[in-house]
């Protein structure tokens, strides 16, 4: 794996100056795919994985990848793709026997169910640096390879802390357990729940500082051109946009309940009419979490991890906007179930020009020399060669 000394030193980059004397480029990022090209494509994917039983999966991941990073154009220049499916084909294979090893433990020894699941816990520290070396390593511009930098310790160090409440529960488990002789059954198990009740929330108040140690590992491992990117966003940002997540449910919920109650009024009271109308309100539920929650998250977490990823040389910014993405998800879904699925790649095009398309990069110095330089002198861009031989691509 490339030393951190092959890399240039991170700065921050204040938002009013320059590191350097040396003038700013700005990059637009442009998709220029379409939905009746990517339907193509789809379309073959999905009936070659289920001719397969699923295993052209990994080959249709590869065409969908290099499609999309090939029509990502930065500052008019593609991204490449590189990756080998066979390589990703192992992986499967390796997630595959997981699957199977759960499946048969399950169903005909029982008592050992928790062996495959502890050993994917384990190993899936690994295994997720592994798939993120594999994606960066095979993706390039302008004929450089990126890479991902980020050790192994590091990616057990911020997964570390999910490992704690399955701990604290089993240690509670067993604690009732041997104390049942001496508690009665009911009191036992209300103390579990209370016990349970308490590690979940002290879980849930701590998710934002979670996602804070994955996110800076993640983006913090970024390396292209021997330019090593960092995520300098406060952990206030992470449990300000926690906050404001938590605000949207809230407001969606009060509104689904206020939508209820007056369901209910009009139908004389809260049976009768009002459970005929009880199916329509989950139904709305359904939609309108997914329609307002999922974009609102969306969009937030995309401007605040990649508005604040930046390198000595390098700077991203992200100005995704709720409101035409909520439209956008709107659009889509409603055109995916008027078309019984068949919409469903011009949806994901659509969706990724808008994302892609509220991003720009900022390069210090000229492009060019800068690249050349770093084609002649790019140490260590191979990274660790367990990114080659899993090729487990889990998303980035």
Sequence with gaps: MAQHSEFEATEVLADSRSPSNEPAQRLDIRFTGSGSEYFRIWIVNLLLTLITFTLYWPFARARRLA???NNTLVGKDPLGFHGDPWKMFRGYLLMLVFGVSYWAASNFAPAFAWVPVLALAVLWPALWRASLQFRLRNTSWRGVRMSFDGDLKGAYLCMLPFFIPVVLIGFVAGFMASAAQDVQNGQAGAVFAAATGVIALVMAALSPWLLARIKRYQHGGYAFAQQRTRLDASLGAFYGFSFRTMGVSLLCTVLLAGVGAAVAVMAGGFSGA?????????????????????PYTTSRLQNLLWGHTRSRRIRFDSQLRFAPLVALTAKNWLLIALTLGLYWPFAKVNTARMRLEAMDVSVQG?????LAKAQGGDKG????????????????
């Design 274 to 294: 009002a459970l005929v109308m009880l199916p329509f309100l989950l139904a709305l539920a359904y939609l309108v979490f997914p329609l307002v929650l999922v």
């Design 366 to 370: 000229d492009v060019n020399a800068w």
């Design 67 to 69: 499609y999309f990073q």
């Design 381 to 396: 861009i191979l990274g660790d060669a367990a990114g080659d031989f899993f090729g487990i691509d889990m998303g980035l």
